[in-house]
């Protein structure tokens, strides 16, 4: 897969304090990412293709990481 994930214009991944968790903040909604999930969007800036960023966590499978990557895509967040 040669796409190249980043956040979409209007999604913002930022940390809060409070819930000690990272947020996808997107139009309309804030989603609580989990530190897997989390670690996956930090590393959607771009540069890396989709089945770079699934190697960097070999214990969640590769399918399973460009999945999500796919879903976020879907919900219009990536692009």
């Known amino acids: 897969m040669s796409w190249k994930p980043t956040l979409a ?10 819930r000690q968790a990272e947020l ?8 609580v990412l989990n530190d ?9 800036d771009g540069a890396r293709t989709a089945t770079e960023i699934s190697r960097h966590f070999p214990q969640a499978g590769p399918d399973d990481v460009t999945d999500f990557l ?5 919900q219009g967040w990536l692009r």
């Open 9 to 18: 214009p209007a999604a913002r991944l930022r940390h809060c304090d409070i």
């Open 24 to 31: 996808l903040i997107v139009p309309e909604r804030i989603v």
């Open 36 to 44: 897997t999930a989390a670690a996956i969007v930090r590393l959607c």
């Open 70 to 74: 796919d879903d976020l895509r879907g």
